[in-house]
T-cell receptor
Framework: AQSVSQHNHHVILSEAASLELGCNYS??????LFWYVQYPGQHLQLLLK??????LVKGIKGFEAEFIKSKFSFNLRKPSVQWSDTAEYFC?????????????FGQGTTLQVKP | GAVVSQHPSRVICKSGTSVKIECRSL??????MFWYRQFPKQSLMLMAT?????????EQGVEKDKFLINHASLTLSTLTVTSAHPEDSSFYIC?????????FGQGTRLTVV
């Protein structure tokens, strides 16, 4: 069965600090990978996604993620966080074959950025 | 991006009653929608896949008779929580795919008292 694991449940950073959130997945086939963000009181929004090609993916708001196939990882990074990045972050995968709409989510990471 | 609207955003109901949650794709057609449930401080768990014009596909462990899903048109899927109990209190979120991307509704906070 597919599963997604996010290593950090709650991260507290000061503004301008660098961020890396870990994400590992378990699945035997080819997957698409996503990072979503949920700001307080708002919808889930897509930060970035990886389908194929360059394993280093750049998303919105200065976020990037690197797919390392050998490690089954898709870690999210940002060089310098801002107070406005305070939110819940979810890593998700879906299988490239079959019902590609089903997303399996990690347990989420709460990021708190102190001004 | 595409817009998915979910209604209501909050609902409180008494034990034993039923609650209907609507999920609409506002500017695109969605043959498939997805219903998720999110417990406090936990991740989104897929409950079922809603297919327009056919029966929903439920994930293992989800009671189909309790969580009734109807996808009557290309822009509307509904989730009805029947005979609700306090343990059904949760945050329910729908999503629909457009252009290989999933777009999410704002979620519905259900509280059963």
């Amino acid at each position: 069965a597919q599963s997604v694991s996010q290593h950090n449940h709650h991260v507290i950073l000061s503004e301008a600090a660098s961020l890396e959130l870990g994400c590992n997945y378990s699945y035997g086939g080819t997957v698409n990978l996503f990072w979503y963000v949920q700001y307080p009181g708002q919808h889930l929004q897509l930060l970035l996604k990886y389908f194929s090609g360059d394993p280093l993916v750049k998303g919105i708001k200065g976020f990037e993620a690197e797919f390392i196939k050998s490690k089954f990882s898709f870690n999210l990074r940002k060089p310098s966080v801002q107070w406005s990045d305070t939110a819940e972050y979810f890593c998700a995968v879906n299988a490239r074959s079959g019902n590609t709409g089903k997303l399996i989510f990690g347990q989420g990471t709460t990021l708190q950025v102190k001004p | 991006g595409a817009v998915v609207s979910q209604h209501p955003s909050r609902v409180i109901c008494k034990s034993g009653t039923s609650v209907k949650i609507e999920c609409r794709s506002l500017d695109f057609q969605a043959t498939t929608m997805f219903w998720y449930r999110q417990f406090p401080k936990q991740s989104l768990m897929l409950m079922a896949t809603s297919n327009e014009g056919s029966k929903a596909t439920y994930e293992q462990g989800v009671e189909k008779d309790k969580f009734l899903i109807n996808h009557a048109s290309l822009t509307l899927s509904t989730l009805t929580v029947t005979s609700a109990h306090p343990e059904d209190s949760s945050f329910y979120i729908c999503s629909a795919r457009a252009r290989q991307e999933a777009f999410f509704g704002q979620g519905t906070r259900l509280t059963v008292v």
